[in-house]
């Protein structure tokens, strides 16, 4: 492990970091979820949404206010307005809420919005915006650029953690290779590369790693079956009609779908799906005998 990457690094810790949100821990034997649309769109849009995430049990929701597009005539998010939904929703649903901060100037005003702070992948090395959100006691969720190797990934992560700020997600979201059959190359090789290397909790999304719904439900599922401690799944009311990524958007349905899909394959690793009904309605997964994928091994 190179020097430069000391707080980060498995040796300058016991155990593994668990990021709270709210109630919810991510990094500890809970799967979690955080869902919503790409760009939060329209308020009426935002609450449907949130509304059927939260009766399916998803704890966090998503949705850009910020959006970095690579076309400047693209929709590029409702900004403060999208925020000032997000935080309606959050107050519907009871769903902290994920959202992106595109530059070092806008941390204070994202900051009083957001529950957990989101760096693009385009972003991941602005090292400025790094170094602004290590000054913030909010957890942070750290996109892997296009073309980052694991050491430029880790030292984009120790930025936050020199600036004081601990509570760090890591998100694998696909890397530009030769392939062309999906938008990004997912690469969950680097899950159990990260689990040797790092304290910090590691999440996926396998939205913008496929590029294609019907590419989410498989990817998610080794996802998890690869070690990870959540993911993060793009949902619209009308994926067809989103404005920016509506195909690799989930319905409803199919998120329902994956939600029964990950229940069942959760406690196969040893983990289980954070469900937020599970305290009010008491439902339990069923428990079974984990096979045996020890990542530590
Ligand atoms: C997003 O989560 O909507 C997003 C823009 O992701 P990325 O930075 O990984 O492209
Ligand atoms: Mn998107």
Do not use: W
Not at 11 to 37: C, D, H, M, N, Y
Not at 121 to 138: C, D, I, P, V
Not at 218 to 244: F, N, Q, R, T, Y
Request: proline share 6%.
């Amino acid at each position: 492990m190179p020097g430069d990457l000391k707080l980060v690094s498995c040796q300058s810790k016991k155990g593994k970091t668990f990021v709270r949100v709210g109630k919810t821990i991510i990094g500890g034997e809970r799967i979690v979820l955080i869902a919503g649309p790409c760009a939060v769109e329209n308020r009426p849009m935002l609450l449907e949404i949130a509304g059927r995430l939260h009766a399916m049990g998803v704890p966090l929701l998503r949705g850009g206010a910020f959006k970095p597009r690579t076309s400047p005539y693209s929709f590029q998010g409702l900004r403060q307005e999208g925020l000032r939904i997000l935080a309606e929703a959050r107050e519907q649903s009871g769903m902290p809420v994920v959202t992106e901060v595109l530059s070092p100037d806008q941390v204070p005003l994202v900051a009083e919005y957001a529950d957990v702070l989101q760096i693009g992948a385009r972003n991941m090395q602005n090292f400025e915006l790094l170094k602004a959100l290590g000054e913030t006691r909010k957890p942070v969720l750290l996109k892997r650029s296009l073309a980052a190797t694991i050491e430029e990934f880790l030292g984009a992560a120790e930025y936050v953690l020199a600036g004081g700020n601990d509570q760090v997600i890591l998100c694998e979201r696909g890397i530009r290779t030769f392939s062309n059959h999906s938008r990004f190359t997912l690469d969950l090789s680097l899950i159990p590369v990260l689990r040797e290397m790092t304290h910090l909790p590691v999440i996926v999304d396998p939205s913008h790693g496929t590029g294609n719904r019907r590419h989410v439900g498989p990817m998610s599922l080794a996802a998890i079956a690869a070690g990870a401690d959540g993911l993060m799944i793009e949902v619209h009311a009308d994926p067809e009609k989103a404005l920016s990524d509506g195909p690799q958007s989930l319905y409803f349905e199919q998120m329902e779908r994956l939600i029964r899909d990950l229940q069942v394959l959760s406690p196969v690793v040893g983990r289980r799906l954070q469900l937020e009904y599970d305290s009010s309605t008491g439902v339990e997964t069923t428990k079974t005998t984990p096979l045996n994928v020890d990542i530590s091994m």
